[in-house]
């Protein structure tokens, strides 16, 4: 029995460690069928709709449509058979995109052999019906397992894509071959990723220190405050900047500009058709309502 309890306690810690070391970020409980696209956004390829709301998704990173002023996420699930790494919207899903990280472009990326193109970092993945021909140019975002996750554009869908490629038959391989590069902290403001929450402290302005008071003061930065009645509640700008905007959704025209580390005072609330909140904050002198996604509140 000794044995026995001995030998669960080296799994459960050999699987601990094994999850520390993979891009699990945050797990979600989808609240409708999930649509997916290869990209965060719809000029992307839409490989189809999977799942259905209940089941649980892992979230790996996040990306903001400053378009429509919302967040997309990458999410990995298996469908039937299937394993997949897709983008959606968060809406479909109740996650705490504060624990999740943003993604950031890593480099130019050149394949100089042709590659299957995988929904993955791995052959266990899907691979899509698609071959990335060598010459083709785009983005590298993300680095796993030998694989990267590279952007470009295809001619012969007319599209954008997003899949993932063998790094050995791109020029990336040099820099990101050998390990998993995408980083596990940072901030969009900043050039470089950081590695622990001690680094985010030095280089983010101390981010996570402080708290509020009641004079509005968060981490060296007072809230903006007008002259109507707040609701208490202070928002901070978690991106990197963002519009704010006449009324609450992102067909009203902008009024001014939110950026990274600033805090408001919010004044009211309301919810766009999309299920996104937005929040009615004092900015630039005069009122205007920000989206939820923009804030360390904005989790749907």
């Known amino acids: 029995m000794k044995k026995l309890t001995a030998l669960v306690l080296a799994l459960c810690l050999t699987l601990a460690l094994t999850g520390a070391a993979r891009a699990d970020y945050a797990y979600a409980r989808l609240n409708q069928r999930i649509s997916t696209r290869t990209g965060p956004g719809t000029n992307y390829s839409e490989p189809g709709s ?3 709301g209940g089941d649980v998704v892992t979230v790996h990173s996040k990306v903001w449509d400053d378009r429509n002023e919302i967040w997309w996420v990458q999410v990995e699930f298996s469908a039937g058979r299937s394993r997949y790494r897709a983008y959606t919207g968060s809406w479909r899903m109740n996650v705490d995109l504060y624990a999740v990280p943003e993604e950031k472009a890593l480099r130019s990326c050149e394949v100089w052999e042709d590659a299957d193109a995988f929904a993955g970092p791995g052959w266990n993945y899907v691979m899509w019906n698609d071959t990335v021909r060598a010459g083709t140019t785009g ?12 952007e470009y554009w295809n001619a012969s869908r007319g599209q954008m894509w997003r899949v993932w490629i063998e790094l050995d038959k791109t020029n990336c391989r040099k820099d990101y071959g050998d390990v998993d590069t995408f980083p596990e902290y940072g901030r969009p403001h900043y050039e470089g990723w950081y590695t622990s929450m001690d680094e985010i402290n030095a280089n983010n302005g101390g981010y996570d220190d402080g708290g509020y008071y009641d004079d509005g003061y968060y981490g060296g930065n007072y809230a903006q405050t007008g002259d109507r009645n707040p609701i208490g509640k202070i928002v901070i700008i978690t991106t990197s900047s963002g519009n704010a905007r006449s009324g609450p959704g992102a067909e009203y025209s902008r009024v001014g500009y939110v950026n990274y580390g600033e805090c408001y005072t919010v004044y009211d609330t309301d919810v766009a058709s999309n299920g996104v909140t937005w929040f009615m904050i004092f900015v630039d002198g005069s009122y205007g309502w920000i989206s939820s996604g923009l804030t360390n509140v904005g989790k749907y």
Do not use: D, I, M, P
């Open 50 to 52: 999977f799942l259905s």
């Open 139 to 150: 983005t590298l975002y993300e680095a796993e397992n030998g694989y990267g996750l590279f």
